[in-house]
C-alpha cells in the first residue's frame, strides 16, 4: 500500500505544478506581466518547461479578493497530468522581492496560496485516477485533500474512502474511512 499511496502523493504533487502558473494568469492580468514570461520563469522554478492549457466555459477575475474563478467544464493540463472538474477557484497573493516564489519572482507579481476544485472532480496522471467531489490545495503546506467519494484506481487497484490527504513535502498520504464507511481496497 505504501506504493500506491507514494504514487498518489506523486500524481497530486504534478497537479500542484500543473496548476501553479494559473495564480500567475492573475498577476498577467492585474499587473500588466507577460503571461509567457511568467509561465516560462514557473517553469525554472519548477524544473518543468510544460505550459499549462486551461479551459472553461466561463473566467471572473475577482482582483480585490484575490480570487480566479473557472467555471464550467474545466480542463487543466500539464505534460501527462490533467485536472477536471465543474469550478476551479484559485487564491492568490500579493508577492514582493525574492517571496515571490510562485509567482514572477518580481516586485508586485503574485503568488498562489490555495486552490480548491469541485464538483465532478478528476485528477488524471499516467494510469492513475483520483476522484472526488472536491480537491482542495494549500500551495504553503504542500498538502493536497481530495473529499467526497474519493477513489484512487491504478492498473485494476482500487481504493476507496472519505478523504484523502497527501503531504506532499512528507510523501505521505492518507485515506481516511468516512462515519457508515470504512475505507476498502482491492488490489491487483
Not at 516586485?107 to 480537491?135: L, P, Q
Not at 493536497?144 to 497527501?166: E, F, H, P
Amino acid at each position: 500500500m505504501k506504493r500506491f499511496g507514494s504514487m498518489a502523493t506523486g500524481i497530486l504533487a504534478a497537479m500542484a505544478l500543473t496548476l501553479a502558473p494559473v495564480m500567475l494568469a492573475g498577476g498577467v492580468l492585474t499587473s500588466g506581466t507577460a503571461l509567457a514570461e511568467a509561465q516560462k520563469q514557473a517553469g525554472q522554478q519548477t524544473g518543468q518547461q510544460q505550459p499549462t492549457d486551461i479551459t472553461a466555459d466561463n473566467l471572473e477575475i475577482l482582483d480585490e479578493k484575490n480570487l480566479i474563478i473557472f467555471t464550467g467544464n474545466v480542463r487543466a493540463s500539464r505534460g501527462d497530468t490533467r485536472l477536471r472538474a465543474d469550478r476551479l477557484e484559485v487564491y492568490t497573493e500579493k508577492a514582493s522581492g525574492k517571496d515571490g516564489a510562485q509567482g514572477n519572482g518580481g516586485e508586485g507579481g503574485t503568488k498562489m496560496r490555495r486552490w480548491v476544485a469541485t464538483g465532478n472532480v478528476r485528477i488524471i496522471k499516467g494510469d492513475m485516477t483520483i476522484t472526488g467531489n472536491r480537491a482542495d490545495m494549500d500551495v504553503p503546506r504542500d498538502v493536497v485533500t481530495v473529499t467526497g467519494n474519493v477513489v484512487v484506481r491504478q492498473r485494476g487497484s482500487t481504493i476507496r474512502g472519505a478523504k484523502l490527504v497527501a503531504n506532499l513535502k512528507t510523501n505521505v498520504t492518507r485515506i481516511i474511512a468516512g462515519k457508515k464507511r470504512r475505507v476498502h481496497g482491492v488490489f491487483r
